[in-house]
């Protein structure tokens, strides 16, 4: 209350002092009303990478790739309302290096448990919203801790149901650190709301809401921080959470939920489903109790998510937000003037890494004329080095395919790249496993099948361009806009590739693959999704939904302080502040 009465008689101001005019000295209630405030307040800093060049750290996840072997068979229950549900029937996660080996057995959901899991989290949404920011923002960075704690266990598991290598796999334990401790950051940062405005005698606050029930069905590629950061998203922002991993790796959806209880998280707010897509993901995306979904995985799936999402049922109060990030054709063009050395070592690493089995990786190679030939010649003779080998030994670089099914889809690829161009290399592989040996077609035509679908696999294109605006022209024509690369030394060319490159993260001079939390924000757009940005300063605001309380504090009366107390100024919502 902001009346004269208040100030002359519970405030002691001077008669002299209310008579002046009202507007000197004033300040606004804010300099930029509607910027919240920088998102580097407070210092990020990533989680760095195990140098596994050291012998400590060789013998470190030896010892825990041993550990997780000793424990193959481990049955893993569904969690749902803070109890493990069994069902009795399974999925079995293998290693794809050795398909015979079943790392564990995970109890498969149906529509009734998916139904009990949509229950639990809608029941535990009204309290959960109440919980304060920092409370939920704590349970982050504990959880945080746990994985830090775990990390070379989480990597072994990631090496024998994910297939990856080791340094691939601790990767993606440091990006699920990174998630955790870069979203509690954020809300922290936004969690109070702010005031817009600055008119005297009204007081406006912006904040956020949670929008509720969050459903998140993740990929098996980086298994634990595509999953844990989707969650962890939901989770800090006030919404619960029902989360679906991808059935090639349930293992590390089972750890996830072992992790989430202990850093404090309550019964219902997450609950985990295992199960197949075709028998629960309907169920889940269509339900009328789904406020939000969060999906990364395949064009084909995404989109049949967003129509599902998109029909209202009677009886449905809000309309689905729903974030999808699904996959890219990405290409990397290299200038006439290009470090040969830096890019041949670029492009290998972005294609064949972790045997292109990454949304960012390149499949396709975009090279000038004047250096085709010198081009080609050094990539086919690099590629030659590369070791394929089981994801157990320490210096595997392309390990297998996640699957039978994705080994069989890739062969058939490769055979159609052999009647569009000219199959240039393609390497040796175990006896054992689903593995697929570096591929590489050249002279292969901008508008050729394996030039514009993506193949998920280690498949790479080399298309030839006369000069470096038809090279961006033909990056540029795919149905996906996800990464893209450039490799020169012209100035000017690098300011057109930054300015006409229509992917979400353009990376020059440098491999396409391996976004850092908070230094590269990753996510695109036209096909490859909606264009949302895990990782950055805007990602949390996907899962909130803003408002405005605006008071007038000009009331008419007076209440003395001393009997009813000083009247409360407006409070962020209980969504963001937990107040």
């Not at 590390?252 to 993901?281: C, D, H």
């Not at 990030?325 to 294609?351: R, Y």
């Not at 697929?436 to 099948?449: E, L, Q, R, S």
């Not at 000069?467 to 490799?487: H, K, M, P, S």
Request: proline share 5%; net charge negative.
């Amino acid at each position: 209350n902001q009346s004269f009465l208040r100030a002359k008689f519970a405030d002691g101001t001077s008669t002299e002092q209310l008579l002046k005019d009202p507007r000197e000295g004033l300040t606004p209630t804010s300099a930029d009303p509607y910027a919240l405030p920088s998102s580097r307040t407070i210092r990020f800093k990533n989680e760095p990478i195990v140098d596994f060049g050291i012998e400590k750290e060789r013998k470190a996840i030896s010892a825990a790739l041993a550990s997780v072997k000793s424990s193959f068979g481990t049955e893993y229950p569904l969690h749902i309302n803070g109890k493990d549900v069994k069902t009795g029937r399974f999925i079995d996660s293998v290693n794809p290096s050795n398909p015979t080996q079943v790392l564990g057995r995970v109890h498969v959901a149906g529509v009734a448990e998916a139904e009990a899991a949509m229950k639990a989290a809608k029941e535990a949404f009204p309290k959960w919203r109440k919980t304060s920011y920092e409370a939920r923002a704590a349970m982050l960075d504990k959880l945080a801790d746990i994985f830090t704690r775990d990390r070379l266990h989480l990597d072994a598991i990631e090496v024998l149901e994910a297939g990856k290598p080791w340094e691939e796999a601790d990767g993606d334990v440091a990006e699920a650190i990174d998630f955790c401790r870069f979203y509690a950051k954020e809300m922290r940062r936004i969690g109070k709301g702010i005031r817009v405005g600055g008119i005297p005698g009204e007081q406006s606050m912006y904040m956020y809401q949670p929008r509720g029930v969050s459903v998140v069905i993740a990929p098996w590629n980086f298994p634990l921080a595509i999953l844990a950061g989707m969650v962890a998203a939901s989770i800090v922002t006030g919404n619960t959470c029902v989360f679906k991993p991808a059935e090639q790796t349930p293992v590390i959806g089972a750890y996830l939920m072992k992790a989430l209880r202990e850093a404090g998280v309550p019964a219902g707010v997450a609950n985990f489903l295992n199960g197949y897509g075709e028998e629960i993901g309907d169920t889940l995306t269509g339900h009328i109790d789904t406020s939000m979904i969060c999906f990364t995985g395949s064009k084909a799936v995404g989109l049949h998510i967003w129509e599902r999402a998109s029909k209202h049922q009677p009886g449905q109060q809000h309309m689905k937000h729903v974030i999808c990030e699904m996959g890219g054709k990405n290409a990397v063009v290299i200038d006439s003037d290009a470090d040969l050395d830096e890019a041949v070592t670029g492009v290998l690493n972005s294609a064949f890494g972790f045997a292109g089995q990454k949304c960012s990786a390149c499949s396709r190679v975009i090279v000038l004329d004047e250096i085709y030939d010198r081009f080609t010649d050094r990539l086919v003779e690099a590629a030659k080095g590369l070791k394929v080998l089981s994801p157990e030994e320490a210096d595997a670089f392309v390990g297998p395919v996640i699957d039978q099914e994705a080994h069989a889809r890739i062969l058939k690829a490769i055979e159609t790249g052999k009647q569009e161009a000219k199959l240039a290399f393609q390497g040796a592989v175990p006896a054992v496993g689903y593995f697929v040996g570096p591929t590489i077609f050249t002279d292969v035509k901008p508008d050729a099948w394996i030039a514009q679908n993506e193949i998920f696999g280690p498949v790479l294109a080399v298309i030839r361009a006369k000069n470096f605006d038809t090279a961006i022209e033909i990056a540029n024509n795919t149905e996906y806009g996800l990464t893209g690369g450039v490799y020169s030394r012209s100035p000017g060319n690098i300011e057109k590739a930054k300015n006409d490159f229509n992917v979400g993260n353009v990376y020059i001079n440098r491999g396409i693959t391996g976004a850092m939390v908070e230094r590269h924000p990753f996510g695109g757009f036209k096909m490859s999704g909606a264009g949302s940005k895990t990782g950055g300063p805007d990602y949390l605001l996907n899962f909130m939904e803003p408002r405005v309380v605006t008071e007038n504090t000009l009331r008419r009366g007076f209440a003395p302080a001393d009997e009813y107390g000083a009247a409360p100024g407006p409070q962020a919502d209980a969504g963001a502040s937990g107040t």
